[in-house]
């Protein structure tokens, strides 16, 4: 399966976080969050490293906060 990306606009606050707890609390690697994800809701794309980032990144976005900064980097 190609990866496409993550659009935002799917994540619901719930999804976003729980993806914060995953990568945030729990310390998961963005490979872990994406498999965590996958197999939670699932995604097609299991442990894609770059699935991962795009989790992080939207879930910040819709949580108002920058993925770039603490506490998600």
Known sequence: ???KGVDPAA???EM???IRV???VE?????AVAQAAS???DAEYGGNQLYGRDLCAAA???L????HREPWN
């Open 1 to 3: 399966m190609t990866y």
């Open 11 to 13: 994540i619901t606050p």
């Open 16 to 18: 976003a976080v729980r």
């Open 22 to 24: 995953w990568r945030v």
């Open 27 to 31: 310390e998961l690697s963005w490979r």
């Open 39 to 41: 197999d939670l809701w």
């Open 60 to 62: 910040a976005k819709v």
């Open 64 to 67: 108002g906060e920058d993925p």
